[in-house]
Structures are given as C-alpha cells and as structure tokens.
C-alpha cells in the first residue's frame, strides 16, 4: 500500500472549516494542530500515484472531506475513481455493484454525492 494512502488513513478525515473566512487571530482561526493536520493530509492526498489498488480505494473512501478543501477534495475523487477501469464497469454488472458498494462506504455525504453524480454521468454517456 502507498506511503500516501497509510498516511490519509493515520489522519483519517480532515477537520472541516478549511474554506472558512476568520483571519489569523480571530475567534474561528483554526488551531496550528488543524492547520497541521490539513498540510499533512493535503500533502498525502497530492502524492498518491494513480491508479489506486481496490485495497487503498477502500481506505481513502473512509478518509474523505466532509467540507471542501480548495479543490483537494477533487484530486482525492480522481483517485478514488482510478481503481476501475471505465471498460470494467461497462462489461459486468458484478463490477458496478461493486464499485457502487464502495461508494456507500464513503464517510462524507458531500463526496459521495458527487461520486455518484458522476458514475450516473458516465454510465448515462455510454
């Protein structure tokens, strides 16, 4: 398993509020132990080499952002969506099911909506 993928895991999902709008100082900012724990899960999140095994899909499926994150949240989606082939899941419907089982494990509402916005988008289009 990539060393990206056992680091998202030890973070587990990033602490919301990263889009939020306090100023260093106010009352809101985050603490530097937040603020370190998105660098750290960013920096894991940006270094995952694609495509992911089903195994580490399992893993950051359960690790998602539950509040967008600039955009992180969507190089995670990519990776997420690069443990199957889009031929996998046209040729069995064993493979979609399974796939779509795994985004029902996802632990945050915003990422598997779009998860499954985009499968219904692909499956639609093909």
Not at 41 to 66: F, M, N
Request: contains cysteine; glycine residues 6%; aromatic residues 8%.
């Amino acid at each position: 398993m990539q060393e990206a993928v056992l680091k998202i895991k030890e973070i587990g999902a990033p602490p919301e509020g990263f889009e939020n709008d306090f100023a260093p100082g106010e009352a809101g900012f985050p603490s530097d132990e937040v603020l370190d724990l998105w660098e750290d899960y960013e920096d894991a999140v940006v270094s995952i080499r694609w495509p992911v095994t089903w195994e580490e899909a399992e893993v950051l499926i359960k690790c998602c952002p539950t509040d967008h994150m600039a955009g992180i949240e969507w190089t995670l989606l990519h990776g997420i969506e690069s443990c199957v082939s889009n031929d996998a899941l046209l040729e069995t419907p064993e493979e979609l099911e399974r796939y779509r089982n795994l985004i029902g494990q996802c632990n945050s509402d915003m990422m598997k909506k779009e998860l499954l916005e985009r499968l219904e988008a692909f499956l639609s289009e093909a």
